[in-house]
T-cell receptor, first 113, second 108 residues
Framework: NAGVTQTPKFQVLKTGQSMTLQCAQD?????MYWYRQDPGMGLRLIYY???????DKGEVPNGYNVSRLNKREFSLRLESAAPSQTSVYFC????????????FGDGTRLSIL | KNEVEQSPQNLTAQEGEFITINCSYSVGISALHWLQQHPGGGIVSLFM???GKKKHGRLIATINIQEKHSSLHITASHPRDSAVYICAVRRGAQKLVFGQGTRLTINP
């Protein structure tokens, strides 16, 4: 089972460039999330989608946009990348209720020069 | 002050030792998660707790709701247990708030 698939795994951008991180899940989960992980800090929520057609801001949304394309896919877009957005990005999905855990992708390591 | 605090931040032990990692939180929660992140970066869920205790193999997780505290124990530790262990609390319907993680190294 694939679970949560993120692409790309690594990316280097120049300041000002744009890019989209892709995430897809095959578990029929309702909720999907984008986090960033920085050294010395816990995972921080950027945006989430509680269900298809809805998106909400998390703790650190500035500089990002998201699209819940369908129930499977949730993309994260950096319109004008900045060095402060250098981080490891994780996508996760969750059934949306009950005692099931979130499932995480393998992460995207993004460097902005 | 972070809403979720873990201790210790780093822990080095010898193979076979009993390991305890602590998590304290300062807010009301509906559930608490323990996650494991291996050096390759992938994150997997170990436990989700809302009360009491859970055991899976050599791993035991406990939570005391009144004390706002949880512990993750590893019995008979092994080098393959070396990883970052992350505590996260569920606030409201959707969001998780994460601790900074505890880096565990088990030496042979």
């Amino acid at each position: 089972n694939a679970g949560v698939t993120q692409t790309p795994k690594f990316q280097v951008l120049k300041t000002g460039q744009s890019m989209t991180l892709q995430c897809a899940q095959d578990m029929n989960h309702n909720s999907m999330y984008w986090y960033r992980q920085d050294p010395g800090m816990g995972l921080r929520l950027i945006y989430y989608s509680a269900s298809e057609g809805t998106t909400d801001k998390g703790e650190v949304p500035n500089g990002y946009n998201v699209s819940r394309l369908n129930k499977r896919e949730f993309s994260l877009r950096l319109e004008s990348a900045a060095p402060s957005q250098t981080s490891v990005y994780f996508c996760a999905s969750w059934v949306g209720q009950g005692s099931q855990p979130q499932h995480f992708g393998d992460g995207t390591r993004l460097s902005i020069l | 002050k972070n809403e979720v605090e873990q201790s210790p931040q780093n822990l080095t032990a010898q193979e076979g030792e009993f390991i305890t990692i602590n998590c304290s939180y300062s807010v009301g929660i509906s559930a608490l998660h323990w996650l494991q992140q291996h050096p390759g970066g992938g994150i997997v869920s170990l436990f989700m707790l809302s009360s009491g205790k859970k055991k899976h193999g050599r791993l035991i997780a406990t939570i005391n709701i009144q004390e706002k505290h949880s512990s993750l124990h590893i019995t008979a530790s092994h080098p393959r247990d070396s990883a970052v262990y992350i505590c996260a609390v569920r606030r409201g319907a959707q969001k998780l708030v994460f601790g900074q993680g505890t880096r565990l190294t088990i030496n042979p």
